[in-house]
């Protein structure tokens, strides 16, 4: 894969919030392993955030044995040792062996059963994820590829417990599935916490938001912030890639950069709608688990508001000439990337984390100011009374190195165990 600057990893969570906002309104389609799945005549649906499909070409396709019970209109599956049982019109189910209270119920539309599709994929060992942008559900078999390491660590204080794991924001099919104890974590946790909380979007105030921090409002215009060389890379960047040379006059150069990490994500297969933290977040919608944002879209927009033309002009240079900055900021592909991750390498995370350091201004709004900030409330939840448990998915970046959360809370008294 072709090689990227390592920061581009760190925006894409910014990247991939406003896609996500604008999502179409066109049927869900499924994908089964990187292959279209077809339904035939009777197509997905989604009813309260709930993605139901038709069963018996589901439960097929994924190798489930059925037994049908007509007189009570109950459907059990077993593959490998793994089962299941829904009843139609009933929100009680049960997965291997446990009950469980489903958020949408098994039902017939036009003689055709409908049951929920992440409920009986997980339940026999699937991976799922959501992509909102393209309105688009992944299942991932647990044989695709060996289980991700990743980067998990435990704290315990008080009663409290604080799983913290660190994520890729954008991801590729292959990080799928997790290591059963991210998923336990998950499971055992009261709360999930994460960078930006998804589920609380409000588009119209979305939209304002970026525009006001943006767009330039005195009058001047992208090719005013930037020299004239940089600007014509943009243009010519545009121009290759089908847009309109003065697409992004309107736009400040951190958010112009932030346009073609999108665009260069889509071209690398790159999708934010697997991204481990949207992973979670959608079984945090489903289980009903309460989702708490550790910064909010306004805060992480103002660190990139915040830095000054020449450093957004080297921002804007990463992609359009890599040369122009230091090799260690250039080094790692995302190939690298999600190894690091995969095998969790925590030497490599802190080469990532350092080469971070091509700009002190840069590191400083990226990483130090907010893992301070991060720190204090995850030191909050850790000193709390309420003996809570909470899991943490942040980018891995946030972790790793003497900046790190791991170090930060380390040199406050707390013992960090990695899991």
Known sequence: M????????????????FSSVHASEQSVSVELNGEQFQFSNALPIIENGVTLVPMRPLLEKLGIQVEWDESTGTVSGSKEGLSLSLKIGSKRADANGQAVTLEVEPKLIQNVTYVPLRFVAETVGYQVAWNSSLRQVSLTSGKQSEDSKGFLWKIENKGNTVYMLGTIHTVDKTIYPLRPEIENAFNAADYLGVEIDFTKIVPDELTKLITDVSEYKDGTTLKDHISAETYNKVTAFLKENGLPENSFDNIKAWYAQQQMGTILAAKQDLNEGMGID??????????????????????????????????????LLQFLDPNSLPSSATEMSMDDILKVWKTGDEKNLVKFVDALRWDDDYFKGMQTDRNLAMAEKIKGYLNSDKKETYMIALGASHFAGDSGLVTMLEKQGFKVEKQ
């Open 2 to 17: 072709k090689k990227i600057s390592a920061i581009l990893l760190s925006l894409f969570l910014l990247t991939s919030a």
């Open 278 to 315: 949207m992973y979670f977040m959608g079984k945090a919608i489903n289980t009903k688990k309460p989702i708490i944002g550790l910064e909010t879209f306004e805060s992480q927009y103002q660190v990139f508001n915040n830095f000054s033309d020449s450093l957004q002009e080297k921002l």
